[in-house]
């Protein structure tokens, strides 16, 4: 069975190279039937809090990132790990060191003046030593010879020397696992069959591979997926850049869209950009993950957005703009119908917050900047505003008629259409800005219209 795991380490909120790995790992999971498990990597006490717990939760649900199991903490698993050194060090796989830090250091300022790579020696190996009074640490007897080869489904055959890889500390001096050992005893006894991470991880996967296989344990295959970067290549920071997942979604983007984009920035499948969550899965193949890092791009980003808004059914933004609306106390439970707005406005827009600020004019009285009312509601503007309401009275209430009457005004009076259109757009909405103002003379209705002309 194919089973895969998001592994995040909660040492702060979850960022977008992290949704874009547990994407990928959910979505390996559903498209083979498989498993998807979280596991919260929480072993590191010192960094590890309750508060990035929730809010990588949260963010997971935001983007419907749904699991099997878990979320499983390591912190829950501690006697288990220790059982696990425990039976490496009784197999000879693991043994106690002694050395102190001052003896490390010697060895290695030694190592690097005959400019040798510095590593463990393996005294404590070796001598058997014990000494009293000291608690030793724990390493894993990595095998001197030889080489530890994956084929990574992304970057292909790797290829490492067990020379390269140091005696690893399995345990700290106060008993304490350390991470590689939690990560092989977790996918280990999760039965993941495939772990897929961020690249940042390959220098790990050899030590892995090695500490499994000295458990006797089946290997699993690994995808690492590659870094996202700065549209300038940099890396990003959680200063200067938008790297949660929930900044996001305070900037008014849709999850599918996030997801869609943070798939497509790295995954190909032909030239399509814009695809939904399940069609996604169905392409979704690690023959067509890139492995060379990928740049961010927000302007991209707000695209794929506009066209999941314009895609998506106008009942469901509706709940989202009405959630949107009640938070800065506009209603717009009665009255003209949000579904309608919605489907007028919605082209026009690429992200939630605009889309929200578009909806509002219909619902609340509008305010003008003095610039445009000096602009636009000139006193030859306001007179002919006020001869289109007299006119207005009139008009049976329908598109068509709407559309007719502006017309014959326009063409009775002798005046262009933006005479007409710019002032009435200020007026009934409070901005120049607007879609065709005929359907917005239809939502909001005879009585607003003139309200608000002569307001
Ligand atoms: N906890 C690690 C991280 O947050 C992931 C480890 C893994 O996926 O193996 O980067």
Known sequence: MTITRFA???????????????????????????????????????????????????????????????????????ERYKSTIQKLVDNGRAYHCYCSKEELDQMREEQKSKGLKPRYDRRCLHSGIKKDGVTPVVRFNNPESGSVVWEDLVKGRIEISNAELDDLILARSDGTPTYNLCVVVDDLDMRVSHVIRGDDHVNNTPRQINILKALEAEVPLYAHVPMILRDDGHKMSKRTD??????????????????????????????????????????????????????????????????????SANSELGLIVKANLDARG???????????????????????????????????????????????????????????????????????????????????????????????RLKLCGTTQTPSFDMILYLLGKDEVLKRIRG
């Not at 702060?12 to 596991?39: E, M, N, P, Q, V």
């Not at 999850?255 to 798939?263: C, F, G, R, V």
């Not at 406005?345 to 619902?363: H, I, P, Q």
Request: proline share 3%; net charge negative.
């Open 8 to 78: 995040p380490s909660p040492t702060g909120f979850l960022h977008i190279g992290g949704a874009r790995t547990a994407l990928f790992s959910w979505a390996y999971a559903r498209k083979y039937k498989g498993r998807f498990i979280l596991r919260i990597e929480d072993s590191d006490i010192e960094r590890s809090t309750e508060d990035s717990v929730s809010s990588i939760l949260d963010a997971m649900h935001w983007l419907g990132l749904d699991y099997d199991e878990g979320p499983f903490f390591q912190t829950m698993r501690m």
């Open 242 to 311: 938008a790297v949660s997942v929930m900044q996001y979604k305070e900037m008014g983007i849709l999850p599918e869209a996030l997801l869609n984009y943070l798939a497509r920035l790295c995954f190909g499948h032909g030239d399509a950009e814009i695809f939904s969550l399940k069609q996604f899965i169905e392409w979704f193949d690690f023959k067509n993950v890139s492995s060379s890092p990928a740049r961010f791009d927000m302007k991209k980003l707000l695209w794929v957005n506009s066209q999941h808004i314009k895609q």
């Open 330 to 424: 506009i209603r717009s439970d009665d009255g003209i119908d949000l579904v309608q707005v919605i489907d007028l406005v919605k082209s026009r827009v690429d992200n939630l917050n605009s889309l929200t600020y578009e909806c509002s004019y219909f619902y609340q009285r509008v305010n003008i900047s003095k610039e445009d009312k000096d602009k636009h509601l000139t006193a030859e503007a306001c007179n002919i505003l006020d001869t289109f309401a007299v006119g207005v009275a009139d008009v049976q209430w329908s598109i068509d008629a709407i559309k007719q009457y502006i017309k014959d005004f326009c063409a009775t009076n002798g005046l262009k259409m933006p005479q007409i259109g710019m002032p009435l």
